[in-house]
């Protein structure tokens, strides 16, 4: 069983900065992928968008199109976090933010679907 906490969300200017972070528990984290989804305001939960991928040892990442470039997706295992690093928000990335894991390939897949799913967190990018 992989439990999984999200933490890092607020208010930000457009053009501004965020990290967040999500801290798992469970021996089964290091070895699953880890993946980043967002739910915008007016979506419901299975209309969430997949942002960004990992795989259980960080050599594989994948972004959607609409946040690559901006966006950045880690991990420490040692830690049993992963992070995501987001630069250059806009006004349309403001949604609630959550993890995921599963012993999936880091890329967007409804497999997801099946793993461990984290709570959320608010991200609110003001114009």
């Known amino acids: 069983q992989v439990q999984l906490v999200e933490s890092g969300g607020g208010l930000v200017q457009a053009g501004g900065s965020l990290r967040l972070s999500c801290a798992g528990s469970?021996?089964?984290?290091?070895?699953?992928?880890m993946a980043w989804f967002r739910q915008p305001p007016g979506k419901e939960r299975l209309e969430r968008e997949f942002a960004a991928a990992i795989s259980w040892n960080g050599g594989d990442t994948y972004y959607a199109d609409s946040v690559k470039g901006r966006f950045t997706i880690s991990r420490d295992n040692a830690k049993n976090t992963v992070y995501l690093q987001m630069n250059s928000l806009k006004p349309e990335d403001t949604a609630v933010y959550s993890c995921a894991a599963a012993p999936v390939a880091a890329i967007p897949t409804s497999r997801w679907d099946n793993g461990y799913w984290g709570q959320g967190t608010q991200v609110t990018v003001s114009s």
């Open positions: 469970g021996r089964s984290f290091r070895r699953l992928s």
